[in-house]
């Protein structure tokens, strides 16, 4: 190896109570002075932030890929080879994966992509054009099916999944309502994205505002925050409607994450409950990007992000920020070089 390298990571110091806190990471560092033979070196540009890292730094095992005490946290990056013993691999590209909360990675090729800049800038392909876009595409084209006489629900609207769904459903040609956390995301939704109609859920009259707005019927509910939100929303499942279960940020942080207690209605209304998971779509990856990339150049879809611009200290507070709710779709910290 040519140089040698100081890499900075994030590690869970301690498991958070509620919504984590800056007090419950550290950021250590280390040398990097040697790679082994078929690896490279990747300088992390882009990391992205995912609420569902909060599941994963809970003190228990009920879940996979769980981070423990002095580990690294997980975290998709986008970042550039500076070094490469992989003939795959020139310095200079651009690749996406899930390497970590930290300024320097070593893969050895397995589970990261090359970023293909014609389709979209580097940064996008942690929203849009990643694992957020492609969860919206297969989740709404493949198993909810928007046609033109559906009324379709998406919760945690201005998100980076449901920034996207949305839009989809729209280009499907449904009638798209959505969720989120404050008049200003609302006006976004619609003004921005295209919604046709979207409501702050911290108004007392949200859900009797969605039911006028719908005529009482929802053929999809798109989940991604669960809670009370997904609980009222199931009072108005159409017949045979679905019920995607995307994610469930109001819960991440829950000691005691609950589920719905209006599931009846599922049972009237032959509505089914459905959950995904988009790596189950691996293989199908560059199909969606495909598409994805010709609705951008072709102004249908929009691929928000959320850019804040600093060092890797400040990954802690930008992930509380995520839970209250400040970003307008996909939030990105962009490291400064």
């Known amino acids: 190896m040519k140089n040698s390298y100081i890499n900075e990571k994030v590690v869970l110091s301690k498991y958070p109570s509620g919504i984590a806190k800056k007090e419950n990471f550290s950021v ?46 997980h975290g998709n990056i986008v970042g550039e080879v500076v ?31 090359k970023v ?13 054009m990643g694992i957020p876009g492609l969860t919206a595409y297969y989740a709404l084209l493949d198993i909810c099916k928007p046609t033109v006489d559906k009324n379709v629900l998406i919760t945690g609207a201005a998100g980076a999944v449901g920034s996207i769904a949305g839009q989809i459903a729209k280009i499907c040609g449904s009638k798209v309502f959505g969720t989120t956390s404050s008049q200003e995301k609302c006006n976004w939704l619609i003004n921005e994205l295209g919604y046709d109609y979207a409501f702050n859920y911290n108004d007392n009259d949200w859900f009797l505002k969605l039911k006028d707005a719908s005529e009482g019927k929802l053929d999809i509910i798109f989940d991604n925050s669960g809670g009370e939100v997904m609980n009222q929303s199931l009072k108005i499942i159409g017949m045979n409607g679905i019920v995607l279960l995307c994610g469930s940020t109001s819960q991440y942080y829950e000691d005691e994450m609950k589920g719905p ?25 560059n199909e969606a990007r495909l598409n994805l990339a010709k609705w951008l150049k072709e102004d249908k879809i929009k691929m928000p992000n959320y850019i804040i611009q600093s060092s890797i200290d400040s990954f802690p507070s930008a992930f509380e920020d995520l839970f209250s709710g400040k970003n307008f779709g996909k939030m990105i910290l962009k490291l400064n070089d």
């Open 116 to 128: 293909d800049v014609n389709f979209a800038p580097p940064e996008y392909w942690l929203g849009g």
């Open 83 to 113: 070094e490469s013993n992989n003939s795959d691999f020139q310095i200079g590209d651009y690749v996406v994966g899930s390497l970590g909360i930290q300024t320097y990675a070593i893969s050895d090729g397995n589970g990261i992509e």
């Open 261 to 285: 207690s209006n599931y009846i209605w599922l049972g009237t209304m032959r509505a089914r409950l459905q959950g995904f998971v988009i790596f189950d779509y691996e293989n199908r990856y």
């Open 28 to 73: 250590i560092k280390e040398d990097i002075n040697n790679i082994s033979k078929n690896d490279l070196l990747i300088k992390t540009k882009f990391i992205g932030l995912d609420a569902a890292l909060r599941l994963l730094i809970r003190d228990s095992d009920e879940f996979l890929f769980r981070v423990k005490e002095n580990d690294i946290l």
